[in-house]
Nanobody, 118 residues
Framework: QVQLMESGGGLVQPGGSLRLSCAAS????????MGWYRQAPGKQRELVAT???????NYADSVKGRFAISRDNTKNTVSLQMISLTSEDTAVYYC????????????WGQGTQVTVSS
């Protein structure tokens, strides 16, 4: 089992910045992917960004150039630095972890609310 604990989130004005963090605990394989998804009201959950253990990243087109994902393999943490936020970024953000490669298992955090509003 893997547990994901998120921190960060909150209310920020348009154009502002915010940082999300997530710490993983439990039984982690040598290869796992960490990342963030988000779900806005009335919309499906969508990818924001992922990062492999080796540091390879993948971003949604809508956040490229504004969001930066990073991870600390020694602490099993992943962070998402968000800048130039707009109302379109308002959503519940979920930490994500895919554990293993052969038969991977997916885990989700409980979600943290990000609201961009003046």
């Amino acid at each position: 089992q893997v547990q994901l604990m998120e921190s960060g989130g909150g209310l920020v004005q348009p154009g502002g910045s915010l940082r999300l963090s997530c710490a993983a605990s439990g039984t982690l394989f040598s290869y796992y992917v960490m990342g963030w998804y988000r779900q806005a009201p009335g919309k499906q959950r969508e990818l924001v960004a992922t990062i492999t253990r080796g540091g390879n990243t993948n971003y949604a087109d809508s956040v490229k150039g504004r969001f930066a994902i990073s991870r600390d393999n020694t602490k099993n943490t992943v962070s998402l630095q968000m800048i130039s936020l707009t109302s379109e970024d308002t959503a519940v953000y979920y930490c994500y972890l895919r554990n293993g490669q052969i038969a991977p298992l997916d885990y989700w955090g409980q979600g943290t609310q990000v609201t961009v509003s003046s």
